[in-house]
Each structure stands twice: as C-alpha cells, then as structure tokens.
C-alpha cells in the first residue's frame, strides 16, 4: 500500500521566518499535488508537480519535487498570518485502474503568529 | 471554475437512519471521490468513480455505497447510519483517467452528525 508521509504533523511559526514541510511517499510516481484547507472549508489546489525537478512558486510558497529521492517539499518564505492553514501533500501512483486517485497525507497544520 | 456541490453542508442524523449524501459537479468530470476527514487521520478515500454506473472501494468502504446514475451526480449512502460516521466528508472531481495534469477539485463538505 502506497505511503505518504508529512512531516511535521504541527509547525509553529512566527512571522518574518522561513520553514519547511516534508512530505515522503513509498512507490513511484511522478505527479504530486499540494492542497491547502483553511479551518472549516474546503481543500483549495495549491500547486500540480508533475516532474523530476519540478518548482513551482506562488507568493511566498515554493514547491518542489524530487522524484528519485520520493519527495516533496513546501518551503515557506518570510511568513505572514495568513498563511496559517493546514497543509496536505497527495500523490497520484499513475499505474492501472487507479489513475486519477490521490493518496493524501495527514496534513500540517501551520499556524503563524505575530 | 470548477463547481462541485455537495447538497448539505451540515446534517443530524439518527442512529440506523439510512443517510444520504449527494454531490453534483458541472464541469462533465469523468472522475468522482468520496472522502471523509477526521481529525489527525487525513483524508480517506471511501468510495470512486471512474464513469457512469462504475464504482470502486476505496480504502474505507465498510458501511458505505455510492450510486453513480448520471455523469455529473455522484451520491453517497450509508445504509445504516452509527455514530462513528460522524464525521466531515469531502466530495471530489477530476477530469478523466489519462494524463490530464488536473488536480482534484473539491466540494465545500458535509459535516454529519449521528445521534
């Protein structure tokens, strides 16, 4: 059974600094998504990576994919509130009948503080 | 934009009435999800579908079935409701099973409670 693994789990944070959220998967693939859910709504599509070397950027969101090493990360830069949110990684195997279902991970939930 | 609509966004439901769920999508998605959220669990795929008439088991199906009549609807049951489905759950669409380079694109959510 495919595995995906974020980490951390809760990140604290005050504004102004940078961090990182990992996020592992146990089988091939070539195609991850990051999702982002603020409290009480739906997950919002955040950014498709559907290459080795993948980047993708969006304000102070990084993105990037190593698909050798089976690994995402989500770098943020210079934090502000309003990226408080939880955070989920979710990865397509591509492989027989279940193109197109998403394995998710657990989500981090991040908060920002002044 | 995508659209994916889920019916009700909170619901009361007793113990052993039969629930449904229902989700309705315009944007003619082959691809429909059903998910429930409990928190420190993630996401958990219950139920898919690839096309009409189509379903399969997704991680969690145990007490839970869907029915897929038309392309755009994509309904969940639970045959006997218990109180430990309650719970948040997701309904998502994607656009077909080829390399399509399309997220999932998710309804707003139905938060069921059972008494």
């Known amino acids: 059974e495919l595995k995906v693994e974020q980490n951390p789990l809760f990140l604290s944070m005050q504004e102004g600094k940078n961090y990182t959220i990992y996020c592992n998967y146990s089988?091939?693939?070539?195609?991850l998504y990051w999702y982002r859910q603020d409290p009480g709504k739906s997950l919002e599509s955040l950014f498709v990576?559907?290459?080795?070397?993948a980047v993708k950027q969006e304000g102070r969101l990084m993105a990037s994919l190593d698909t050798k090493a089976r690994l995402s990360t989500l770098h943020i830069t210079a934090a502000v509130h309003d990226l408080s949110a939880t955070y989920f990684c979710?990865?397509?195997?591509?492989?027989?009948?279940?193109?197109?279902?998403?394995?998710f991970g657990r989500g981090t939930q991040l908060t920002v503080w002044p | 934009d995508v659209k994916v609509t889920q019916s009700s966004r909170y619901l009361v439901k007793r113990t052993g009435e039969k629930v449904f769920l229902e989700c309705v999508q315009d944007?003619?998605?082959?691809?429909m999800f059903w998910y429930r959220q409990d928190p420190g669990l993630g996401l958990r795929l219950i139920y898919f579908?690839?096309?009409?008439?189509?379903?399969e088991k997704g991680d969690i199906p145990e007490g839970y079935s869907v029915s897929r009549e038309k392309k755009e609807r994509f309904s969940l049951i639970l045959e006997s409701a218990s109180t430990n489905q309650t719970s948040m759950y997701l309904c998502?669409?994607?656009?077909?099973?080829?390399?399509?380079?399309?997220?999932?694109?998710f309804g707003d959510g139905t938060r069921l409670s059972i008494l």
């Open positions: 998502a669409s994607s656009l077909d099973r080829g390399y399509s380079n399309q997220p999932q694109h």
């Open positions: 990576l559907l290459s080795n070397g």
């Open positions: 089988t091939t693939s070539d195609r």
């Open positions: 944007m003619d998605h082959e691809n």
């Open positions: 979710a990865v397509d195997p591509s492989r027989g009948s279940t193109l197109g279902r998403l394995y």
């Open positions: 579908s690839y096309d009409v008439k189509m379903k």
